[in-house]
């Protein structure tokens, strides 16, 4: 997992995983899982599932990267206070997932609550197959 600043100003946590490397065999195999995480999560609630790609394709001055073959968010949220109304500014959390030939893309923007960096980290590591299961 890489952690940088998109823009200068983003603070973005990325995971490029080579399709060998996983057992999820597209992007929306991995939205499905992550769903999963966000339900099994006692704070995590799932709000909804974005197409991105679609969405973009439909635009007529939409553009896609030509290796881009799919690209969705999961939506949810981690709230557990809400003592601010400027703190909806950083809600809710999405983790996208973009689909190339050979490896998915996988990030997420820096949240300000550490459980909700540590969940969101713990379950897209998870998707990297263990050493000893990947084939010699």
């Not at 929306?28 to 599932?49: D, F, N, P, Q, W």
């Not at 001055?61 to 003592?83: M, N, P, Q, S, Y």
Request: proline letters at 6%.
């Amino acid at each position: 997992m890489k952690q940088s600043l998109l823009q200068e100003k983003y603070p973005v946590y990325s995971l490029e995983l080579p399709k060998p490397e996983t057992t999820m065999k597209d992007a929306e195999a991995i939205i499905e899982y992550l769903k999963g995480c966000i339900a099994r999560h006692k704070i995590a609630e799932l709000i909804s599932t974005f197409d991105h790609y679609a969405h973009t394709r439909a635009l007529e001055e939409g553009e896609i990267a030509d290796d881009i073959l799919a690209a969705k968010h999961v939506i949810f949220c981690f709230g557990t206070h809400l003592k601010d109304a400027h703190v909806m500014a950083v809600r809710p959390r999405s983790i996208g997932v973009v689909e190339k030939a050979d490896r998915f893309v996988i990030t997420f923007l820096e949240a300000p609550m550490p459980l909700a960096n540590s969940a969101m980290e713990g379950w897209v590591k998870a998707l990297v197959r263990s050493p000893e299961s990947l084939p010699a």
